[in-house]
């Protein structure tokens, strides 16, 4: 009967691969439903057959097992949450492995999933394990699902400079830092009109999410050189005053204070 049984898994296991990895699934889910759920399921059904065979009685070790389970359920109840949440990860396919996103906080390149937690390395190469259930729960943001991502640089003009002008010093500019795609061209945008500024922003296209921190750096400075160049001022937060002498009102409403208090 378990001889039968381990036969039956072994050609049937190939098939059902072919089938889960013909619909898409990824191969850590793959491994998963068969080498491990599909596997223990024809194997503990065998088992419970064959000492079926030989007299045992099977209805009273599987109630006893099935109390087992729903302790070790209760007690694993976060394991299994996080379990379920991985499974719906493999299913929805909301990032890859080498994704770059952003999700509970954290930003980085997507190194490993696994069923219990995903990995995740950040820019500054540190290694972030994530449960989850906290990715189900948390909004997810993926750079890298439509290849080239759109990076967005504020940058400040005086309000004497000419808009114009500094777009054309700008376009310029961006057009050769290093990174910077030449499949769609930049842009300089009016963003909007500050406090001591005119706030325009440097919009540029680049191949890959993960270089989003180098090239935004080149980005700024490449923008401020060529302003400076340009002799485009780029203001400094400032707050400007304007004083009035209040002293001849005040004293004129004094003595009309004064007057009305003799009038009484």
Do not use: C
């Amino acid at each position: 009967m378990l001889l039968g049984f381990w036969g039956f898994f072994r050609v049937s296991s190939i098939a059902l691969e072919r089938v889960l990895a013909r619909h898409g699934l990824h191969e850590t889910l793959i491994s998963l439903l068969v080498d491990k759920a599909y596997r223990y399921a024809v194997l503990g059904f065998g088992i419970v057959m064959a000492a079926d065979q030989i007299g045992v009685n099977v209805a009273t070790a599987l109630a006893g097992i099935g109390v087992v389970g729903i302790a070790v359920g209760f007690a694993a109840q976060d394991t299994l949450s996080n379990v379920i949440a991985g499974f719906l990860i493999f299913v929805d396919k909301p990032f890859m492995v080498g994704d770059w996103v952003h999700v509970a906080g954290q930003v980085g390149e997507v190194a490993e999933i696994t069923m219990r937690t995903t990995r995740i390395q950040t820019k500054n190469n540190t290694w972030v394990i994530i449960p989850n259930k906290k990715i189900i729960d948390e909004v997810l943001v993926n750079h890298s699902k439509h290849g080239e991502t759109r990076l967005d640089v504020p940058v400040g003009i005086a309000y004497k400079e000419n808009i114009p002008q500094a777009r054309e010093v700008l376009l310029r500019a961006v057009k050769g830092v290093t990174g910077v795609s030449d499949s769609r061209p930049p842009e300089i945008i009016v963003k909007g009109l500050g406090a001591s500024s005119v706030d325009l922003e440097v919009r540029v296209w680049i191949s890959r999410a993960s270089d989003e921190p180098p090239i935004f750096a080149r980005v700024v400075e490449a923008s401020k050189l060529a302003l400076d160049e340009a002799d485009i001022e780029i203001p400094f937060p400032h707050l400007q005053l304007f004083l009035d002498d209040v002293r001849p009102a005040v004293w004129q409403g004094l003595a009309e204070h004064r007057q009305a208090m003799r009038t009484q």
